[in-house]
């Protein structure tokens, strides 16, 4: 399966948002109570859906069950621009009894048909294992993509290790 480096990059965001919201601050399991909590406030989510659609797609956390897969693994290798219509996603998947109120909320939305395909996608994401099974070319491409990543950090440390001497400060090496 191929991950847009769009879903890939929401992905880490939206399991961060799950985690931050599974503890309270003595260790105390209460996902449950504070996504009962955030399905209250989505009358003030919609407004985010576009800027931090990762913040508001955990209110539809365990709303959908996946019936084709092909279809879901095509939608998480688009990029944001790429988004199919919702109405033909939705056959793709049941929803939750629960989700008919959060879900007209959001349609009102401009950004909302596209921000349903995207809760959707990090949704079928977070049941998927962690590490999925890839092929060697995948593999060979995210190594060039983290080889890529590595060599302008360098390459920026460096930069801005040359300014700093430049600046009269010794060198940390």
């Not at 191929?2 to 003595?26: C, G, H, K, Q, V």
């Not at 985010?48 to 279809?71: D, G, I, N, Y």
């Not at 930069?159 to 010794?170: C, K, P």
Request: charged share 30%; glycine share 4%.
């Amino acid at each position: 399966m191929n991950i847009s480096p769009y879903f890939r990059n929401l992905r880490s965001a939206y399991y961060a948002e799950l985690d931050d919201l599974t503890f309270d601050s003595e260790g105390v399991h209460i996902l449950d109570k504070r996504l009962a909590q955030r399905r209250k406030e989505m009358e003030f989510l919609v407004h985010m859906l576009e800027l931090s659609p990762e913040m508001v797609a955990v209110v539809f956390h365990k709303a959908f069950r996946f019936t084709e897969l092909a279809v879901m693994d095509n939608l998480v290798s688009r990029e944001p621009d790429e988004m199919p219509e919702w109405d033909n996603l939705a056959e793709s998947l049941t929803l939750e009894p629960w989700t008919r109120e959060l879900i007209q909320t959001v349609q009102k939305q401009p950004m909302g048909e596209w921000f349903l395909c995207v809760a959707a996608g990090l949704e079928y994401l977070y049941h998927l294992p962690e590490h999925p099974q890839s092929s060697g070319a995948e593999d060979a491409e995210t190594d060039e993509e983290e080889d890529h990543e590595e060599q302008e950090a360098r390459t920026r440390d460096e930069a801005g290790a040359d300014w700093l001497a430049e600046q009269g400060f010794d060198r940390k090496e």
